[in-house]
């Protein structure tokens, strides 16, 4: 068994399809589900190694990147940086690898620059599609709380969940409908409808999102906050005389 930590986000990577829905605390009729599919990506072998290489690798569009797994030899290899981005930005956690070599892969880790605009290498973990594997997918709500409307506020305790299934079956994320949310009312793990063969790791317990009251903030705590001054940043004032 392979275990793999992927989260997922409205964020960077984003993700729109549905996957563990649930219309009320009773679980529901079962539906078609998308799940993740093996995108292609071209890879050659690698022959030059280090620093300088790796750089000059980047600067003509290519990524360094590894293969490793299953016991079997390492592999060095380049790939198109375009492609891989897009790959990555879509969510295309599990990929096809042609070219140089034609395995099935899991995208393991990514190392990107400081500002996280460029992607400087690649780790390519094998799988196969029927491998058992761990992964951490991302909670998404969806639809309009009705306890809202009594003055509750929908509170996401859950970001993320755990989950075990085939490597070909990973749901691309477990998104939650709340449009049955009652006031006062919690989901939790076991209300979630997870698609055939997927397993939550996560304790079953555990709350997922529910409807409370909103907290209120008393007149003092807001006096006192509106009476905070903004710190002194510093270097701040040289900054702006140089400025001028």
Same mark, same amino acid.
């Given at each position: 068994?392979?275990?793999?930590?992927?989260?997922e986000?409205?964020?960077?990577?984003?993700?729109?399809?549905?996957?563990?829905?649930?219309?009320?605390?009773?679980?529901?009729?079962r539906?078609?589900?998308?799940?993740?599919?093996?995108?292609?990506?071209?890879?050659?072998?690698?022959?030059g190694?280090?620093?300088?290489?790796?750089?000059?690798l980047?600067?003509?569009?290519?990524?360094?990147?590894?293969?490793?797994?299953?016991?079997?030899?390492?592999?060095?290899?380049?790939?198109?940086?375009?492609?891989?981005?897009?790959?990555?930005?879509?969510?295309n956690?599990?990929v096809?690898?042609?070219?140089?070599?034609?395995?099935?892969?899991?995208?393991?880790?990514?190392?990107?620059?400081?500002?996280?605009?460029?992607?400087?290498? =690649?780790?390519?973990?094998?799988?196969? #599609?029927?491998?058992? !594997?761990?992964?951490?997918?991302? &909670? @998404?709500?969806?639809? +309009?709380?009705?306890?809202?409307?009594?003055?509750?506020?929908?509170?996401?305790?859950?970001?993320?969940?755990?989950?075990?299934?085939?490597?070909?079956?990973?749901?691309?994320?477990?998104?939650?409908?709340?449009?049955?949310?009652?006031?006062?009312?919690?989901?939790?793990?076991?209300?979630?409808?997870?698609?055939?063969? =997927?397993k939550?790791?996560?304790?079953? #317990?555990?709350?997922? !999102?529910?409807?409370?009251?909103? &907290? @209120?903030?008393?007149? +003092?705590?807001?006096?006192?906050?509106?009476?905070?001054?903004?710190?002194?940043?510093?270097?701040?004032?040289?900054?702006?005389?140089?400025?001028?």
């Open positions: 068994m392979c275990s793999f930590v992927f989260v986000s409205t964020g960077g990577i984003a993700y729109s399809k549905n996957c563990g829905i649930i219309n009320s605390p009773r679980k529901q009729g539906r078609r589900r998308k799940m993740a599919d093996f995108h292609t990506l071209t890879v050659k072998l690698r022959d190694y280090g620093k300088r290489n790796n750089r000059r980047r600067s003509s569009g290519q990524v360094p990147a590894v293969l490793y797994g299953h016991k079997k030899e390492v592999k060095s290899l380049i790939l198109a940086a375009e492609e891989l981005d897009a790959a990555v930005r879509h969510g956690r599990f096809a690898l042609s070219g140089g070599v034609s395995e099935n892969a899991f995208i393991k880790e990514v190392q990107w620059n400081t500002w996280g605009t460029e992607i400087l290498h =690649v780790d390519f973990a094998r799988v196969s #599609a029927h491998e058992k !594997v761990q992964v951490t997918i991302a &909670v @998404e709500l969806r639809g +309009e709380s009705p306890g809202t409307k009594d003055g509750g506020v929908v509170k996401l305790t859950l970001h993320t969940i755990e989950l075990e299934c085939e490597a070909a079956s990973v749901p691309e994320k477990v998104s939650v409908n709340i449009n049955h949310l009652e006031f006062g009312k919690v989901l939790h793990v076991s209300d979630l409808e997870l698609p055939k063969g =997927v939550a790791l996560t304790d079953a #317990a555990t709350p997922v !999102v529910s409807c409370i009251a909103p &907290v @209120e903030v008393s007149e +003092e705590d807001e006096s006192a906050s509106a009476g905070e001054e903004e710190p002194e940043v510093i270097g701040r004032k040289k900054a702006d005389e140089e400025e001028e």
